[in-house]
C-alpha cells in the first residue's frame, strides 16, 4: 500500500513537472531545430527510474550534473538514473549512471501556496564517473565572469515541440534533442517580463521559438560557457523564459563538486 502511494505521490510529481516549466506543464523547444550528434556533449536527461525523460541538465565534471532544482527536490537518488552521449531517447548505445547524492541549493523553495520558486538549482552527484571522450561526453565550462546581455545563446532540451496554443499540441515530451538560439536581454528588460527576484535570473527570448515541457534544467550556454539553468517558461512562442544565473550561484555549484 505504502508502495503504490509513493508511486502515485511521484507520477503526480512528474505531471508538474512536464506541465511545467512555468509551474503548469515539463518543458520542450518549440520551433527549434534537430541537434547533430556529438554537437551538444555536455547534454543529459534526467530520467525518473525506467519511466523516461523528465528534464534536461549538464555535465559541469566526471560525477556532476547540474540541473533545476524543481526537476530533483521531490525525488530520492535511487529514483533518478542520468543518461548521457546521444540524441535520440530511444538511442541503446546511451550510458545511463545511478546518482548517488542530490545536492539542492540551500534556500531553494518550490513554487506554490503563494510562493514563488526561488534559487532553482541543484548538483547531482553521479556513482561512477562518466568516460569523458570529448566527441559524446564532455563538460562544458562554468562561467568566470558575468553574462553580458544582448549576447546570443543556444539552449538544448528533449521537451515539447510546439507550443500550448496549438490545437495539436503534443503530450508527450521530444525523442529528438532540440536546440534554440536565444539572445540574452538586459534585467529592465527581464522586468517587464517576469517576477522578482531579479538578481540571479537571466531573461532570454526568440521572437520565433520557445523552450516547453521538458526542457527544464537544461543549460543555456554562450561560446561553450553555461551561463543559465532552465527554471520556467509560459511555453508560448515569444514569450520570455527564465534561466538562473549560474555566475551568481557558482560558489554554491563548486562546493557541491568538492
Known amino acids: 500500500m505504502i508502495s503504490r502511494l509513493r508511486t502515485i505521490i511521484i507520477a503526480n510529481v512528474l505531471i508538474t513537472l512536464f506541465i511545467g516549466v512555468s509551474g503548469r506543464s515539463p518543458s520542450r523547444i518549440v520551433q527549434g531545430s534537430y541537434a547533430e550528434i556529438g554537437e551538444f556533449p555536455y547534454m543529459v536527461s534526467l530520467r525518473w527510474s525506467d519511466y523516461g525523460h523528465m528534464c534536461g541538465g549538464s555535465i559541469i565534471g566526471r560525477r556532476h550534473i547540474l540541473t533545476a532544482g524543481h526537476c530533483v527536490d521531490e525525488f530520492t537518488p535511487e529514483e533518478l538514473n542520468v543518461a548521457s552521449g546521444f540524441i535520440n531517447q530511444n538511442d541503446r548505445s546511451a550510458v545511463v549512471s545511478k546518482v548517488e547524492k542530490i545536492i539542492m541549493h540551500p534556500d531553494f523553495v518550490r513554487k506554490g501556496e503563494g510562493r514563488r520558486l526561488q534559487n532553482d538549482v541543484a548538483v547531482l552527484i553521479l556513482k561512477e564517473d562518466l568516460e569523458l571522450d570529448g566527441f559524446l561526453r564532455d563538460v562544458v565550462k562554468l562561467p568566470v565572469k558575468p553574462y553580458v546581455p544582448e549576447t546570443r545563446g543556444i539552449v538544448t532540451g528533449w521537451g515539447y515541440t510546439k507550443s500550448l496554443l496549438d490545437q495539436d499540441a503534443d503530450t508527450d515530451t521530444s525523442d529528438d534533442l ?48 553555461q551561463v543559465g539553468v532552465l527554471s520556467t517558461s509560459s511555453c508560448l512562442i515569444g514569450s520570455t523564459p527564465a534561466f538562473m544565473d549560474v555566475y551568481y550561484f557558482k560558489d554554491f555549484i563548486e562546493k557541491s563538486m568538492i
Not at 529592465?188 to 526542457?215: M, W
Request: neutral net charge; contains cysteine.
Open 178 to 225: 532540440f536546440k534554440l538560439n536565444l539572445t540574452i536581454i538586459t534585467h529592465d528588460e527581464c522586468r517587464k517580463f517576469r517576477l522578482p527576484p531579479f538578481e540571479y535570473q537571466i531573461c532570454a527570448t526568440n521572437s520565433h521559438g520557445v523552450v516547453c515541457k521538458g526542457d527544464s534544467g537544461g543549460p543555456l550556454v554562450v561560446e561553450n560557457v
